[in-house]
T-cell receptor, first 115, second 111 residues
């Protein structure tokens, strides 16, 4: 079984430019998460989807960040415009029905550097 | 709000035993999870405790005391490959599907 797939693996952009990250969760996993991880810190939840519905986006900076999950499968996270402080690793994770207690499966992440 | 506290760094000797503690404050607590993350890698799930007591999985064990809002991860027979960051995480929300992570403990193993 393929794991959670994210792309790109690395991205370097200049500040004020837009950037987008893509995530393909494990087949059948209805819950999808986007996390941001700064160096030396734990992952910080940005948004959680149950199927195609965003059920928790309280930590998403909505002035510049947006996300979508069309058809309840793949998801895209966008930043526009990017700021220097957005440099971090953006992690996507998924879990199946009732599997919240069994842990997430994370993708390898996208390491974003804003210069 | 929710918060978790764990030591930032721990050093141990190969072959020894190490315990990483975690205390938490949260509402709607369902359980405590542990994740391992090697440098440059993705967090990987290690264990989950919903009830008080010890859960054992090979060389790793995890403990939870709900009354004390406290848990720990115990690593036995340490190997060099266990050098990594370890995160505790609390589950809350419906179906325990919302997970908040601590800041992580960096475990260094020396020969």
């Amino acid at each position: 079984e393929a794991g959670v797939v994210q792309s790109p693996r690395y991205k370097i952009i200049e500040k004020k430019q837009p950037v987008a990250f893509w995530c393909n969760p494990i087949s059948g996993h209805n819950t999808l998460y986007w996390y941001r991880q700064n160096l030396g810190q734990g992952p910080e939840l940005l948004i959680r989807y149950e199927n195609e519905e965003a059920v928790d986006d309280s930590q998403l900076p909505k002035d510049r960040f947006s996300a979508e999950r069309l058809k309840g499968v793949d998801s895209t996270l966008k930043i526009q415009p990017a700021e220097l402080g957005d440099s971090a690793v953006y992690l996507c994770a998924s879990s199946g029905p009732g599997q919240g207690s069994h842990g997430y499966t994370f993708g390898s992440g996208t390491r974003l550097t804003v210069v | 709000g929710q918060s978790l506290e764990q030591p930032s760094e721990v050093t141990a000797v190969e072959g020894a035993i190490v315990q990483i503690n975690c205390t938490y404050q949260t509402s709607g607590f369902y359980g405590l999870s542990w994740y391992q993350q090697h440098d440059g890698g993705a967090p990987t799930f290690l264990s989950y405790n919903a009830l008080d007591g010890l859960e054992e999985t090979g060389r790793f064990s995890s403990f939870l005391s709900r009354s004390d809002s406290y848990g720990y991860l115990l690593l036995q027979e340490l190997q060099m490959k266990d050098s990594a960051s370890y995160f505790c995480a609390v589950s809350s929300g419906s179906s325990a599907s919302k997970i908040i992570f601590g800041s992580g403990t960096r475990l260094s193993i020396r020969p």
